[in-house]
């Protein structure tokens, strides 16, 4: 069974920095691509970030976080980060881990960031 545990999520200031990872419980060369999604209160589960893992590394973002955000991968460790800089409050959301293998997805569990003054 695939487990993916979220870590580093909390309270920042607008402007602020928070960094996300995403341990697997296999190697993440089980999957095609890993990402993070989030769920603002009201509104739908969007994408934020992905990075493919079987075919170079490749990255895509949301036009909401480009230039902001940074998703990376670490193989030997089987965690894939979202680093988040300029944090704004319309960030705040719960993030959530995802990994795809073929026409399956698995998720972590959430962790929450809120950006507020």
């Known amino acids: 069974q695939v487990q993916l545990v979220e870590s580093g999520g909390g309270l920042v200031q607008p402007g602020g920095s928070l960094r996300l990872s995403c341990v697997a419980s296999g190697s993440i060369f089980n999957f095609g691509a890993m990402g993070w999604y989030r769920q603002a209160p009201g509104k739908q589960r969007e994408l934020v970030a992905v990075?493919?893992?079987?075919?170079?590394?490749?990255?895509n973002y949301a036009e909401s976080v480009k230039g902001r955000f940074t998703i990376t991968r670490n193989n030997a460790k089987n965690t894939v980060s979202l680093q988040m800089n300029s944090l704004k409050p319309e960030d705040t959301a719960v993030y959530y881990c995802?990994?795809?293998?073929?026409?399956?997805?698995?998720w972590g569990q959430g962790t929450q960031v809120t950006v507020s003054s």
């Open positions: 990075i493919t893992i079987t075919s170079g590394g490749s990255t």
């Open positions: 995802n990994a795809r293998a073929g026409p399956v997805f698995y």
